[in-house]
């Protein structure tokens, strides 16, 4: 069994939030996150990608369009044999983002470049070589495979 302590497995909600309460209150130092190493030509790289749409929107009674950026300046690296995880509430814009790497989204509105070991990737050749597993259930869980055809 492990010995009542500092990370004693059996505390409570409670007690790990005043925990968490008291260090905050003590100004412990925050360790910093460590800045993750780019390696340029390596891997699957994305840089400086931007999409947006137009949505209309209500400003004093009346609609106007107006540009709304889902995706702002987003850079980052895949590096081969490593699992990435894009993580963020919800909204956030993961699934936007990876549509937008699949070439899910409206021909030629996204900036930026995708590149894949230095070179760079068009929309067909990302749908060649990668599989895209949708958030979404395709098929209705009440249907029989062949009423699922004809539906
Ligand atoms: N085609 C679109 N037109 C307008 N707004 C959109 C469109 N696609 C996504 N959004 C908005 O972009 C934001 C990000 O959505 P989404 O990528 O689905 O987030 P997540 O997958 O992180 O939950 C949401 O506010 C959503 O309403
Ligand atoms: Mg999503």
């Known amino acids: 069994m492990a010995k009542p302590g500092k990370y004693?497995?059996?505390k409570c909600l409670e007690t790990l939030l005043d925990m968490d309460k008291s260090a905050a209150a003590a100004h412990l130092p925050v360790p910093p996150v460590p800045a993750r190493k780019t390696v340029p030509g390596q891997g699957f790289e994305?840089?400086?990608l931007s999409y947006s749409v137009i949505k209309k929107q209500k400003?004093?009674?009346?609609w106007v369009k107006k540009d709304v950026?889902?995706?702002n300046d987003i850079s980052g690296q895949a590096v081969r044999g490593?699992?990435?995880?894009?993580?963020?509430?919800?909204g956030a814009g993961k699934s936007t983002f990876l549509d937008a790497l699949a070439g899910r989204?409206?021909?030629?509105?996204l900036e930026g470049s995708v590149r894949l070991n230095g070179?760079?990737?068009t929309t067909s050749?990302?749908?060649?070589?990668?599989?895209?597993?949708?958030?979404?259930?395709?098929?209705?869980?009440?249907?029989?495979?062949?009423?699922?055809k004809t539906s």
């Open 119 to 121: 070179k760079p990737v």
């Open 59 to 62: 400003k004093d009674g009346e």
């Open 8 to 10: 004693a497995p059996n």
């Open 125 to 148: 050749y990302m749908k060649m070589i990668s599989s895209y597993v949708m958030q979404d259930d395709q098929l209705f869980p009440m249907l029989t495979g062949g009423k699922e």
């Open 69 to 71: 950026y889902l995706l």
């Open 46 to 48: 994305f840089s400086n």
């Open 82 to 90: 490593e699992v990435m995880a894009i993580m963020g509430p919800s």
């Open 105 to 109: 989204i409206a021909r030629g509105s």
